[in-house]
Nanobody
Framework: QVQLVESGGGLVQAGGSLRLSCAASGRTFSSYVMAWFHQTPGKEREFVGA????????RYGDSVKGRFTISRDNAKNTVYLQMNSLKPEDTGVYYC??????????????WGQGTQVTVSS
């Protein structure tokens, strides 16, 4: 089992950048595929991107390709989401998530509490 805690959210102007962090508890962080999701009120959580256990591969949702980058530091049990060229539509709560099935699995088992990102126009 793993517990996840996000941080780094806040208020930023359009075109700006933020870096979110997700700290994981436990000794088996490197055994989990990690992902980030984005949610706005009244909508389902949207897949932002995922990273393999080693950090060697990443994939992204269409709305963030070329702007967001996921990375991880297994020594620090932390996954990051670097968000550049932010747009007002990026506003919402960002969640990190973990699962141990496969890189392309859609279901995630563990979730953080989320961190709010607000992008002003």
């Amino acid at each position: 089992q793993v517990q996840l805690v996000e941080s780094g959210g806040g208020l930023v102007q359009a075109g700006g950048s933020l870096r979110l962090s997700c700290a994981a508890s436990g000794r088996t962080f490197s055994s989990y595929v990690m992902a980030w999701f984005h949610q706005t009120p009244g909508k389902e959580r949207e897949f932002v991107g995922a990273i393999t256990r080693s950090g060697g591969s990443t994939r992204y949702g269409d709305s963030v390709k070329g702007r967001f980058t996921i990375s991880r530091d297994n020594a620090k049990n932390t996954v990051y989401l670097q968000m550049n060229s932010l747009k007002p539509e990026d506003t919402g709560v960002y969640y990190c998530a973990a699962q141990s099935r496969s890189y392309f699995a859609r279901e995630y088992d563990y979730w953080g509490q989320g961190t709010q990102v607000t992008v002003s126009s």
